[in-house]
């Protein structure tokens, strides 16, 4: 995948161009980069704006390199996200989202610090001894039992956005679980603001048949005995990771 373009590559191109814009790859492996690629259609001017604009967000809203607990408290007091310790079949750390337990926050500051301070979190949790770049991960959203008062559009428009500006390629799969009526139309509204390389990873899980193929696409070791597997929800706060400085 590492293409040549006029005799470089355009990992090579790539790293000229992130520098011209004044910043730099230095500290960055290729897997990293690769990702910036992919999801500019491997047009390494179009990553490299990408790579910068990342990090200029990463500097401004994370200045310190993660996000402390101590910045969500209220989110993280609401337990409603949770990160397996047994990765999926495939490798991928895998968070899961109790929706019901979520009520739209007047505190939007805070909601976007969440939502990263999830997202740094499950990748960091399959990093063994030094992050790759490549590290991918999988979203649950479980919406059992869920009324209007759940319903947070906005903060679902602003996950999907950060995964697609801020950690491209780093979505494997997104399920969606237990779906009333009622929110089809609401998802349908939220669809208008993906990308459809984002929206081609996600599934609605409608029948029994499908739920058969998301436990087997998972792994029973990995799903909590609810979702037809054999291990525990543990809550995101209950997970020990080492962060990740970037």
């Not at 992050?131 to 979203?139: P, R, V, W």
């Not at 081609?200 to 909590?224: C, H, Q, W, Y």
């Amino acid at each position: 995948m590492d293409r040549i373009r006029n005799g470089e590559t355009v990992i090579t191109q790539m790293r000229k161009l992130v520098q011209n814009l004044g910043s730099s790859t230095e500290k960055y492996e290729e897997a990293t980069l690769m990702r910036f690629l992919i999801a500019r259609s491997m047009d390494p001017n179009k990553a490299a704006k990408m790579f910068v604009e990342w990090r200029k967000w990463r500097t401004a809203i994370v200045p310190g390199g993660f996000v402390n607990e101590s910045e969500v408290s209220d989110e993280l007091g609401a337990r409603k996200i949770y990160l397996q310790s047994q990765m999926s079949k495939d490798g991928y750390p895998v968070l899961i989202i109790k929706v019901n337990k979520h009520f739209p926050s007047k505190d939007q500051p805070q909601l976007k610090k969440f939502v990263i301070h999830a997202l740094d979190k499950a990748i960091a949790s399959s990093v063994k001894e030094r992050e790759i770049g490549n590290e991918k991960l999988i979203a649950i959203f479980d919406l059992q039992h869920i009324t209007y008062k759940n319903v947070d559009a906005r903060a679902l428009i602003t996950s999907f956005q950060f995964l697609q500006a801020y950690y491209p390629e780093r979505l494997a799969k997104c399920y969606f679980l237990h779906m009333p009526s009622f929110f089809v139309s609401i998802w349908k509204m939220v669809s208008y603001f993906i990308e459809k390389a984002t929206l081609d990873k996600v599934v609605i899980i409608s029948n029994e048949d499908a739920m058969k193929e998301f436990v087997r696409e998972v792994g029973e070791d990995t799903l909590p005995k609810e979702y037809g597997g054999q291990a525990e929800l543990i809550a995101i706060q209950d997970v020990v990771v080492t962060q990740l400085h970037n």
